[in-house]
């Protein structure tokens, strides 16, 4: 067990501090306090990091902290912690660790013994999750599913029965074959897709799954997807059901544009769902 109190010790502290998601009228004085008493920013990219830091006249050293090598990189900061300097990490938007990098260095701070204190502040899926309309709680934070279709199908699947409001991160152009996905996995379940948050384009979409998908194929900007949680009542679609049904219209003589239009009309499944679907099966 580690007891850690925060402020009545002389140990040095890696600080966790949030930056704004879009815009910069949510960077806090306590934040802007921090980052300027710290010995050394370590930050996801430093050009970012810089803009902001010009922005509210904070001059500390800013050092990489580079995601795609972690552990190595926080060797560094964790020598500096060990010299007796104070760290905050920092990333570009919203808070470390979250879909972002930090575990790593947060992980060996707290074992080796020093302070990990965080900062209240921004973060998207918090944004979007308690103004989408759906059960603020429980609720589940899952951020970027895989980008392989086979993967995110697997990982989707092991969602899909918790009774729990389902929180997604996605790059826009991702988004329409991430909705796909859900609607197939999930079922058609009511969401909102929050778009651009606290920025002047923010936007909020919020109705059912294929709703949201009828209008996304030109979305642009930054988004959270935020999905209602499993109910009883609310029937995935069995895609292998679908086909089994399509390939009959096609055995009693119908076109493949006929028979997937008869299935789409008798189950209220999308027709073209049922068409990637059936020109993507091996
Ligand atoms: N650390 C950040 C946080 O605490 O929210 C998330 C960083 S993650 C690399 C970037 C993703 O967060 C984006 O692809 C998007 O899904 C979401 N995001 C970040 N800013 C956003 C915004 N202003 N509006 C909507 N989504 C945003």
């Known amino acids: 067990m580690i007891r850690q109190k925060s402020f009545l010790n ?19 004085p306590r934040s802007i306090e921090i ?14 990091t810089l803009s902001l830091f010009n922005k509210f006249d ?44 930090g575990q790593n260095i947060v992980n060996v701070a707290i074992e080796k013994g020093y302070n990990v204190v965080s900062l209240s502040g921004c973060n998207a899926a918090l944004n979007a999750l308690v103004a989408s309309g759906l059960q603020a709680q429980p609720h589940v934070f899952i951020g970027f599913l895989s980008t392989n279709n086979n993967e995110r199908i697997r990982e989707l699947n092991s969602y899909k ?18 909705i796909k996905a859900c609607i197939e996995v999930l079922g058609d379940r009511k969401a909102c897709l929050a778009r651009e948050l606290t920025k002047y384009h923010e936007e909020f979409i919020r109705g059912s799954l294929n709703e949201i998908l009828e209008v996304c194929d030109n979305l642009k900007g930054e988004m ?52 990637e679907s059936f020109h993507n099966r091996g």
């Open 10 to 28: 002389e140990k040095p502290t890696l600080y966790i501090v949030p930056t704004p998601i879009g815009n910069l009228d949510e960077m806090t």
């Open 35 to 48: 980052l300027r008493s710290v010995d050394v920013v370590a930050a996801e990219d430093t050009r970012v």
């Open 58 to 101: 904070i001059k500390t050293r800013v050092v990489q902290h580079q995601a795609h090598n972690e552990q190595e990189s926080s060797v560094g900061l964790i020598n500096l912690l060990s010299q007796g300097y104070n760290v905050a990490l920092v990333s570009d938007a919203g808070y470390p660790l979250i879909s972002d990098p």
């Open 161 to 178: 029965n918790i009774p729990m409001t389902l929180i997604f991160y996605e790059a826009p152009h991702r988004i329409e074959k991430m």
């Open 224 to 275: 959270v997807l935020v999905v209602e949680g499993f109910k009883e009542d609310i029937r995935a679609i069995d895609m292998g059901e679908i086909m089994k049904l399509v390939d009959e219209s096609i055995g009693n003589g119908l076109s493949t544009t006929d028979a997937i239009k008869e299935v789409s009309k008798k189950t209220g499944v999308k027709k073209n769902l049922i068409y």
